[in-house]
């Protein structure tokens, strides 16, 4: 932790105790590209709730309540609490830390607010649906602003020639929009390519036709592999055979969106719609490329209040429909008899009966510790060798002023992105020369710093935690590489003059704080060009009662994922419960 006037400890306490599993506990690196296969617990997730979101069935339920507790109040657990809830379940959330939302956490500190964890809002409608379930409109519990442009992008790319700062920085600055005919006319001006502007052109339309085929195969149900998502009423038509070969199965991101553009710096920032999954766009599957037409479509979203008003909208959901919320509750252990969970023990020895049980805890630790010596404990890991995804260092940093040429969201990039990616992904270890995301937020609420300041907030994605990383030592060097970076690249003159205070997220901070698998940002990872997007199923069929939630179950990380993570959970839960009454 590098020399900070307020620590993240003293800002934001973590009475978490002592968290036992330090980077060590959690397994060798054994996951090749191609081995994190599906989860093969069986068929778990096939059946009546393959329908897609329409046809869910909260009218039974209430014939056949469940007691129902969900470990982890992270955003996939909020959203699985209100949508059982609102089906007439009884629930309580148990939290180990003493604040509720999980990684969308808040830092206050010295007149500066800083959003500590997810920054950038996509695919609203996923919330929205969280809150239809309890027929509340979002309207009345959260205010979201569209951004657009949604990330300023800029490049290293030496100089236009001219001598001209202005026109150099021009020369380096790419806008993402979402309207494709102004995007296209970015490119070619940044560019005076034709070429790579009809190639995003073209991008897009497959990114859309990939997210279609997404939507009906893919989200809204528990999906543990390939299986799975065949079983949509047993069809096997032309159509869906279309569909199959348009996931371009067996190429990478990188691939393809190099096959569409060529132009390295355009290419690269089309590879950063897949930094939302934590993931080397070398080694993901393409049908990750879908994520670019979910963002451009839907748009990008800031609530007012900060990434943080959002588990707080979903927290006062929650409370109001009856769900108790309990801080400070460490589950150490899931209970079972005969195949069937039947509650929890907490770290004060308190033991709480369920008839069901929602973890939010990260999947691998689920089983590898609340689960630990069940032969399911050992049948998951003996079958499935998933990889976490990355980590990240985040600077926080007050500023005392402001640098008025970057927009919200920004991007400041990586001079070679496939040596990043192998330095992080392969290698494990810090990129040299990393790209950084930086969020300047009070260009959309002031109040978010002194007036004329800025509550600068600076994610670089990392290696996962390995063994041999002590953070504390390494933070103070990789944080003076991170500013010479933002200095060099991003245009920030003399910041290290602006930072009127300071602190530190380093992927130590996050494995414990959120106990997440080895320091990962976003769960698992996506690599495997074939079956790197499949995650564990929501509904586990080893135990009667389970379901997961959350960045590490499926669909995967990321606000949007997550939250429709946890409403899968709770409709599989839901569903069976109605199925269990009928019987
Ligand atoms: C720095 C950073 C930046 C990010 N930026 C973005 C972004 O811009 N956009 C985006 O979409 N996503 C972003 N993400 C990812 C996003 O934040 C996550 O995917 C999402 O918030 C994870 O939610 P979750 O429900 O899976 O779990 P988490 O937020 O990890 O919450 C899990 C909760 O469970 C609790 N818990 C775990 N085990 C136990 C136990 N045994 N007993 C009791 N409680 C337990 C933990 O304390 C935690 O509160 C970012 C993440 C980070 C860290």
Same mark, same amino acid.
């Given at each position: 932790m590098i020399t900070d006037k307020n620590t993240i400890a003293e800002a934001v306490p973590d009475n978490t105790g002592p968290d036992s599993t330090g980077p060590d506990s959690t397994g060798p690196d054994s996951t090749g590209p191609d081995s994190t296969g599906p989860d093969s617990t069986g068929p778990d997730s096939t059946g009546p709730d393959n329908t897609g979101p329409e046809n869910t069935g909260p009218e039974n339920t209430k014939k056949n309540p469940q007691k129902v507790i969900v470990i982890g109040s992270g955003l996939a657990g909020l959203a699985s609490a209100c949508v059982l809830a609102a089906r007439g379940h009884a629930v309580t959330v148990l939290e180990?830390?003493?604040?509720?939302?999980g990684k969308a956490a808040v830092l206050h500190a010295d007149g500066y607010r800083f959003d500590?964890?997810?920054t950038i809002l996509t695919l609203p409608s996923v919330l929205k649906r969280v809150f239809s379930e309890a027929n509340r409109d979002i309207d009345d519990y959260l205010e979201l602003i569209r951004l657009d442009p949604q990330w300023r992008c800029f490049f290293e790319s030496g100089n236009d020639g001219s001598g001209d700062r202005k026109a150099d920085e021009q020369a380096n600055v790419l806008d993402l929009v979402s309207d494709v005919d102004s995007m296209t006319a970015n490119i070619v001006k940044f560019t005076s390519s034709q070429k790579d502007a009809d190639g995003y052109r073209r991008f897009l339309k497959m990114s859309e036709q990939l997210h279609g085929v997404s939507d009906r195969f893919y989200f809204w149900k528990s999906i543990g592999g390939i299986r799975d998502t065949m079983d949509v009423g047993g069809a096997f038509s032309a159509a869906v055979l279309k569909d199959v070969m348009s996931l371009k199965m067996g190429k990478s991101v990188a691939s393809v969106v190099r096959s569409h553009v060529p132009e390295k710096r355009v290419a690269q920032m089309m590879d950063h719609f897949t930094q939302y999954v934590g993931s080397s766009p070398y080694a993901?599957? +393409?049908?990750?490329?879908?994520i670019a037409h979910m963002q451009t479509d839907e748009g990008i979203w800031y609530p007012v209040g900060g990434t943080r008003a959002v588990p707080e909208a979903l927290t006062k959901l929650a409370l109001e429909l009856g769900v108790t919320m309990r801080c400070? +509750?460490?589950?150490m252990r899931i209970t079972s008899e005969n195949g069937r969970v039947t509650g929890v023990v907490t770290a004060n020895g308190e033991t709480i009966r369920a008839t069901a049980v929602v973890s939010n805890c990260d999947a691998v630790r689920t089983y590898r510790e609340l689960l630990d010596g069940t032969p399911q404990s050992e049948k998951f890991e003996r079958k499935n060798r998933y990889e976490a995804a990355c980590s990240g260092v985040v600077l926080y940093l007050g500023l005392n002023r402001r640098y008025k040429h970057l927009l919200h969201h920004n991007f400041v990039f990586s001079r070679d992105p496939e040596e990043e990616f192998d330095f992080i992904y392969k290698r494990g270890e810090p990129a040299p020369d990393p790209s950084a995301y930086v969020c300047a937020p009070a260009i959309s609420e002031p109040e978010v710093a002194p007036p004329d300041c800025e509550a600068l907030y600076v994610l670089v994605h990392t290696p996962y935690l390995r063994s041999n990383h002590d953070w504390k030592k390494m933070l103070p060097t990789y944080r003076e590489t991170i500013l010479d970076k933002l200095e060099r690249t991003g245009g920030m003159e003399n910041i290290r003059d602006a930072i009127v205070y300071e602190s530190a997220l380093t992927p130590e901070d996050i494995h414990h704080r959120y106990r997440v698998l080895d320091g990962?940002?976003?769960?698992?990872?996506?690599?495997?060009?074939?079956?790197?997007?499949?995650?564990?199923?929501?509904?586990?069929t080893d135990f009667e009662g389970l379901y997961l939630a959350g960045g590490a179950a499926h669909p995967g990380p990321g606000m949007p994922m997550v939250l429709m993570s946890g409403w899968i959970a709770a409709d599989s839960l839901d569903q069976d419960s109605a199925r269990s009454a009928k019987r």
């Open positions: 180990k830390n003493d604040w509720f939302g500590m964890g997810p993901s599957p +393409a049908v990750l490329c879908g400070g +509750a460490d589950v990962a940002i976003y769960g698992l990872a996506s690599h495997g060009r074939f079956l790197g997007a499949f995650k564990p199923a929501n509904r586990r």
